[in-house]
């Protein structure tokens, strides 16, 4: 009895009306379904944007990684120091946070990037980062912990991605981490097998800040100290990446953002700042045993579609009834709670509205019409239209199987309908006034 008024109270606050569609996906894969390096996955979204990650297999850990195929977003790494463990991006890139106080916006990992279940695919690691040493006047490529190739009594330079392998390993610590950046290692591999490690930037950041030739940078996890200045000041600085894109050098500058673009043999290992902004590609490591490719092949143009497993976290609701104007509607699935909200089948709800439903697999979305009104939203979007207005939910529409669940308050009031818990009966009402 406890545990229903439980989900009674959630259902009077939270509770969202959708339409159901049963979504016809042309690849279900089991969750043991084997990636290969290069494939394309789209999971999650930032500034309402799908995420898309790279694949590459990590031989030494044994796993998977993923790692964003273009820069996300430009963000300083810290106030002022350029230790991973202690800096304000590993905090913001880890955290679930509504309301972030980092970079005065919410945690990457909040509801509105990440589903419950698809947070469950990230995977809590403990990796090697590498320490600095703040009294070493030295470049990032002759840092005194690093490994190379002896020059006298110091080590070569080096100053592109292709000779990483001669400077890889030096004093670490290891930290525990769900989101990451890159380091010397996973770059080299993934510039071993792709020929590169640069990175493009997002389509919604295009317009901001996409320049031709550009040679955008990115943060990697690796520290860099150096002394400059007169009075030797200390100042902290964190390795970065960029690409090679022009044949004679020359330096770009746009936006308050100085980059560098070097004849050289290439993608180039350079310094940055740690109050400077740069680049922002995250990583983690993919928990395939709980994975579910709904759809996709894994190339660029068609992705695989991943989510993750429902398992308690989220509380099944087929004890519970939902009536429509008075009859019960039947799901050949149950509907749940996530986050405190009640997902339901989309077809089943849409169709007891007298909705007409269209369902988009290239793009992923589905599109409701009823009379004047159109409601389209998008699988891991948050945010949800009907007639051009844009309605933002707690919980994005999220395939499970091959049927698509939608938040159900929101698809109610798009559809003007009311929600009701009925905490004597233990059901649901959504009603509407007949037209």
Known sequence: MKKLQTI???????????????????????PQKKLENGQYIQMGTYNGEPILWRCIEDTERNEI??????????????????????????LWLNSTSSANEYYDEEGFLSNTNFSETQRQLIKTVN????????????RPFKNKYRKGRPHGDEF???????????VMGGKSESVEDKIFLLNERQIFDIYSFMGTAARDITHKLNDEYYVDNYSYDYWIQSPYSFEFGDDNDNNSAVCTISGEYDDQPH???????????YNE?????????????????P????DTDNMIINSGSGSNDDPYIIDGIINNTSTQLSDIPVFYNGSEIVFDQPPFIENGRVLVPMRAVFESFGAEVEWNGGEQQITAVKGNDIIQMRIGDHKITKNDIVINSDVAPRIVGDRTFVPLRVIAECLD??????????KVVISKAEE
């Open 417 to 426: 309908a009311d929600v009701e818990w009925i905490e004597a009966e233990q």
């Open 127 to 138: 990796h090697s980062v590498y320490l600095p040493d703040l009294n070493d006047n030295e």
């Open 156 to 166: 070569e330079k080096i100053s592109c991605v292709s000779e990483l392998e001669f």
């Open 251 to 261: 330096e770009a500058y746009y936006d308050s953002f100085v980059k560098y673009i």
């Open 265 to 281: 043999r290439g993608d180039k290992y350079a310094y940055r700042n740690v109050t400077e902004k740069s680049g922002v590609c």
């Open 65 to 90: 990684l993923l790692f964003s195929d273009k820069i996300l977003c430009f963000k300083a790494f810290d106030e002022e120091s350029n230790e991973w463990k202690n800096s304000e991006l590993r």
């Open 8 to 30: 009674c109270g959630i259902l009077m606050i939270f509770l969202f009306a959708f339409d159901p569609c049963t979504a016809q996906i042309a690849d279900i894969n089991t």
């Open 283 to 286: 990583a983690f490591y993919l």
